[in-house]
């Protein structure tokens, strides 16, 4: 009898850790917290959904189309298919506002199960928008959290700032080299001149557009791609406004800053997030222990920077008339250190909603 | 005759506005003290003077204790100018603080990035000059009429931002184009206002000679 129980016991310890767990497409046992499944699946079936509905993770890409010259703006998702039968539909939630997030009880647009791609050509009609594609089958969807979309930069040209603006991307493209980021040909190209910061050599790398070659200059054997960390500074024939496409996915980003007798500890860095995110939460320093000074945020229209002082006795930055409070997408930023160090980042830590 | 005089404020209005940025951050910040030691009062007046470049005879008016200075920093003699445009790396500048009897005065070279700041002494003014104001009026703040002693440095901050473009001069337009055609302009603003002088000269004879008649 006793031997029956324990055995029933085992048995019973077992089917609950086999209810809490979940095989993921590609056969890997990951944990499920029973919270997040599926609300509208009876509990009774739940077992059953675990074991045949594992979701499907699209792998999702995009970017901007070329629709040449400057009528940009418009996106084109793409994503891989389910080679199993599992799946139902796709559905696209989109979001214009990376503060709310996505509805992901409300798709935007539907496709059936061997479409692998969408254009959204009301793109080009907003400033910014973010996209997730999601898998779906007779039991839900799966909680695919990549975010792909483009982000819209305003580029000022007077004939005091001579087309010159500083910007850093805060998507990450698809393909980050300069020809596939800046699309532009010799009939309609506003986009002269991108130099890019030598913080040690205190020196610019500069890459000429070359309208009767379509492409950029490469003489010098200088910068082929946007990379994050990095300001730009970009030189216009016209006022524009530029779409930039990629992700936004979660990640980390590392940039070394120098101090030497050259540059007196002046570094060109670039807010590759679309998070608007305090100074103090992106810079971790304390009064005994700092290295940045000051930053500087330059302001195309006034041609001057506003500039902000670390306080350390304070433990803050100066707040005074004029100073700014956050890095925010699409500034390019100069910053001051005491010591070669390096600065990380968490780009775009955002919900995306629910 | 009105139009014509208007005509020329605005080429001579534009002539004078011309400025040149390098595109780097720069800025002037430090303390001014009393002989003393004493920190003099917020609102003690300060002209920052841009003495060489393309952007010389600039100035700057602000305060001490203005309002870029932080909360933290009020009422210690301290003042910030922030950056602007017409700072460039490498000109030579000058400080005057001066409350219309006395004055201190400072000098130096716009660096990258800024010169001075709160947490260092670098720009620090005494007021430790009297004005000889015998033959002139008494001003509330500085007083550009008045002959300042201003020693000039000469020193050459590395300038960084932009040179490189006159190593490219087959590929775009450049900014030494961009200065080359600023004098240009300067040139044939001046032409034109010298014209116009002569102009008004030539029409101010014909009235008296009609008027004579």
Known sequence: MKKSILISSILAVLFIILLNFNFNHSGVLNYVSPKSMYPFVPQYLTTSVLIIAPPYFPNTTGKIIDEGGYTLGNFW????????????SYKIYMTDNEEVGFNFSNFNVSLPRYANNYTDITANQTSKRFYVVRAENEYGSDNNTAVWGKYDINFINTEENKGMNLISIPVQPLNSSIKEVIIQNESNYKIS?????????????????IPSLGGWTTANGQFVSFEPGYSYWVKIKD??????????????????????SDNEGMNLVGWSSIK???????????????????????????????????????????????????????????????????WLYLANNLTWGS | ???????????????????????EPNYVAGFVKNSDGSPVEDGFPIAILVLSGENKDY????????????????????FETGDD???????????????????????????????????????LIIINQTKNL???????????????????????????????????????????????????????????????????AILIKLRKSKKSK
């Open chain 1, 239 to 260: 006022n524009i406004t530029y779409p930039f496409g990629g992700d936004f996915c979660l990640r980390n980003v590392s940039i070394q800053l120098y101090n030497t």
């Open chain 2, 134 to 200: 015998s033959n002139q009026e008494i001003k509330s703040g500085f007083d550009f009429n008045y002959s300042y002693n201003i020693p000039v440095l000469r020193g050459n901050a590395s300038k960084t931002i932009f040179d490189f473009e006159k190593e490219s001069l087959n590929y775009v337009e450049v900014s030494d184009n961009y200065l080359k055609k600023k004098s240009e302009v300067k040139i044939f603003y001046l032409l034109i206002l010298l014209i116009s002088l002569i102009l008004i």
């Open chain 1, 77 to 88: 998702l793409n994503w891989s298919l389910d080679p199993s039968d599992n799946i139902t």
């Open chain 2, 59 to 78: 100035v700057l008016e602000t305060k001490v204790g203005g309002e870029l200075v932080d909360p933290f920093m009020k009422n210690k003699g301290y």
């Open chain 1, 276 to 342: 608007r995110t305090p100074i103090k939460e992106a810079i971790i320093q304390s009064g005994t222990n700092y290295n940045i000074t000051e930053i500087y945020r330059y302001n195309a229209s006034s041609l001057t920077y506003d500039i902000i002082h670390y306080i350390p006795e304070e433990d803050r930055w100066t707040n005074a008339s004029g100073k700014f409070t956050h890095f925010e997408p699409g500034y390019g930023y100069w910053m001051k250190t005491r010591e070669n160090m390096t």
């Open chain 1, 193 to 209: 001149t991108l130099y890019r910061y030598n913080s040690l050599e205190r020196k610019y790398d500069v890459l000429f557009y």
């Open chain 2, 1 to 23: 005759m009105k139009r014509l005089f208007l005509f020329l404020a605005v080429i001579i209005t534009l002539n004078l506005t011309w400025a040149v940025s390098d595109f």
């Open chain 2, 85 to 123: 445009f017409h700072f460039n790396t490498g000109d030579a500048f000058a400080v005057i603080a001066d409350n219309g009897t006395h004055y201190g005065l400072y000098s130096g070279i716009f660096r990258l990035g800024g010169n001075g700041g709160f947490s260092t002494n670098e720009v």
